[in-house]
């Protein structure tokens, strides 16, 4: 079982076994109307507090979203304490595991929205697109009249996607709808279009807007690429690379294991092996994606910031510079 760090050390108790219990990670989210997130917010974050559990979680009047990580139990009593609430009914979650909490810390914010679009009167309890489950993805996307749609942003797309998916360009969710506008104000617009995102809560926003453009056929992957990964066999997939994720993990392959890519602390971007492999790449300092992008001053307080990692790491403690940076890509992500 994992134990809350003490004194910048992190502490961990094995099983009987022996061996490190891992941690538990919940993706989580639900479109409903909570009436006062305000007066929501403290007990639960006193809760995560209570049972070690970190990450971040966003209340606004439209829903609840986010990403947690701790113990099982611990995992278990927050889902527990949401799914009391009078507001959540069907909270879609997905489970996967880490070796490490992937946060430093624990967040609960208000928000005005769970997942930021900027367009006033989406709403996808009232109007949202034809969920599709995983086992019927695969037989949907591959109908020629069909176009199947990636709302994710670039550094996620970058590392993973559907075969014959569209890639909108995308560095914010916000952008989104302009995209959606020029597709659907353009004389070959599709007919039907089938979108997908990491967890799925993008797709309900994304599809609702779709069909208020006008668009016929309007379908969203149920559960989006996690559950998608979870469900299918490799050999039966579709999916082509890894599938970005908000925590230290940076990316997951089917049956969610970990995946090879690392985090650029420099510029937060995604890196390969083979970007790692790269000459220009000098951990904490670059990678191939931001070599040119940085001054020398720049570099040489990356380095500095990058020794005090490594003489953390040495001491068995967690410098706050490695708190997940994948965590920071949050600022695009909501």
Not at 75 to 84: K, M, N, Q, Y
Request: net charge negative; proline share 5%; with cysteine.
């Amino acid at each position: 079982m994992v134990c809350p760090p003490e004194n910048g050390k992190q502490i961990t108790k094995e099983t009987g076994a022996g061996e490190q219990e891992p941690y538990r990670v919940a993706a989580l989210y639900q479109f409903t109307h909570i009436a006062d997130p305000e007066a929501k917010r403290l007990p639960l974050l006193s809760l995560c507090e209570e049972m070690d559990i970190r990450g971040t979680l966003l209340l606004a009047h439209e829903g609840l979203n986010g990403t947690i990580a701790g113990p099982s139990d611990g995992i278990a009593a927050i889902i527990r304490h949401l799914e009391s609430w009078p507001e959540i009914s069907g909270l879609e979650v997905k489970y996967s595991t880490s070796r490490s909490p992937g946060f430093l810390r624990m967040k609960v914010r208000l928000k005005s929205e769970i997942v930021t679009m900027g367009k006033p009167g989406i709403d996808p309890r009232s109007d949202v697109g034809t969920y599709v489950d995983p086992e019927d993805w695969n037989a949907l996307i591959r109908r020629q009249d069909v176009m199947v749609i990636d709302t994710r942003n670039t550094y996620e797309t970058r590392i993973g996607r559907f075969a014959r998916a569209v890639d909108p360009g995308t560095e914010t969710f916000r952008e989104f709808p302009a995209w959606a506008d020029d597709l659907a104000a353009d004389t070959d617009a599709p007919k039907a279009v089938a979108m997908y995102c990491t967890g799925g809560i993008r797709c309900e926003k994304a599809s609702a807007y779709m069909k208020q453009l006008g668009i016929d056929e309007v379908y969203h992957l149920r559960g989006g690429i996690l559950k998608y990964l979870e469900t299918i066999p490799q050999e039966e997939s579709l999916w082509e690379g890894e599938c970005f994720v908000f925590d230290e993990r940076v990316g997951l392959g089917h049956k969610l294991v970990q995946g090879e890519y690392e985090l650029c602390h420099a510029c937060k971007e995604p890196v390969s092996a083979a970007d790692r492999a790269d000459p220009r790449f000098e951990k904490g300092v670059s990678c191939p994606h931001c070599a040119s992008s940085f001054s020398d001053d720049q570099r040489q307080r990356f380095r500095e910031r990058q020794r005090q990692i490594t003489l953390a790491e040495t001491r068995g403690e967690k410098h706050l510079g490695t708190a997940s940076s994948s965590a920071r890509r949050h600022r695009r992500q909501k």
